[in-house]
């Protein structure tokens, strides 16, 4: 699975949009574009995936930039509750059972 | 919706002992994994299955089996606990794409 980059940490006021960006330049054609977060003591959630096309749904929004080398996972209006840990993974998807390679993440605290 | 259920959020065991962490999902899905956690190391593959009685060993499955007689049902073994395998275990299936995780069992060996 390709490598991911992402920020060690980042802060955001309540009520303002968290912009999380990741590098993924090795990602090659077959690979998705995921992202988890994990809140202290619980197992990681699933927030949202992508191919080439931007995605949205009711958590988050996802900008993947036309070359695939980097992507946003975008939170519209943060809240205390979105502090957590994020991470950004690239992975085959479709019928491949090809395990997923967690990295440091980026923590994210929402402030008020 | 969609539940993978760990069967303990907390368990204390000694060292020696034969410790078994179940871990059910109700989503008929083929692929189960599980997974330690770890400050620093971040989440590390011990073992995973893609079908009934499949198993695949992952990046660290010293110390660990596991068993999967029923689809919904993978347990992880650890045949004689150490106090190195003191760690966050989580337990995932995966559908198409994506992962769901169970919210994790808090091992501590003594």
């Known amino acids: 699975d390709a490598k991911t980059t992402q920020p060690t940490s980042m802060d955001c006021a309540e009520g303002r949009a968290a912009n999380l960006p990741c590098n993924h330049s090795?990602?090659?054609?077959?690979?998705?574009v995921y992202w988890y977060r994990q809140i202290h003591s619980q197992g990681p959630q699933y927030i949202i995936h992508?191919?080439?096309n931007n995605e949205t749904n009711e958590m988050a929004s996802l900008i993947i930039t036309e070359d695939r080398k980097s992507s946003t996972l975008i939170l519209p209006h943060a809240t205390l509750r979105d502090t957590a840990v994020y991470y950004c993974?690239?992975?085959?998807?479709?019928?491949?059972?090809?395990?997923?390679?967690f990295g440091q993440g980026t923590i994210l605290t929402v402030h008020p | 919706d969609v539940k993978v259920t760990q069967s303990s959020r907390y368990l204390v065991k000694r060292t020696g002992e034969k410790v078994f962490l179940e871990c059910v999902q109700d989503?008929?899905?083929?692929?189960m994994f599980w997974y330690r956690q770890d400050p620093g190391l971040g989440l590390r593959l011990i073992y995973f299955?893609?079908?009934?009685?499949?198993?695949e060993k992952g990046d660290i499955p010293e110390g660990y089996s596991v068993s999967r007689e029923k689809k919904e049902r993978f347990s992880l073994i650890l045949e004689s606990a150490s106090t190195n395998q003191t760690s966050m275990y989580l337990c995932?299936?995966?559908?198409?794409?994506?992962?769901?995780f169970g919210s994790g069992t808090r091992l501590t060996v003594v």
């Open positions: 989503m008929d899905h083929e692929n």
């Open positions: 299955s893609y079908d009934v009685k499949m198993k």
């Open positions: 995932a299936s995966r559908p198409l794409y994506g992962y769901t």
């Open positions: 992508g191919l080439k």
């Open positions: 090795t990602i090659s054609g077959n690979e998705y």
């Open positions: 993974i690239v992975n085959a998807g479709g019928t491949s059972y090809g395990k997923l390679t």
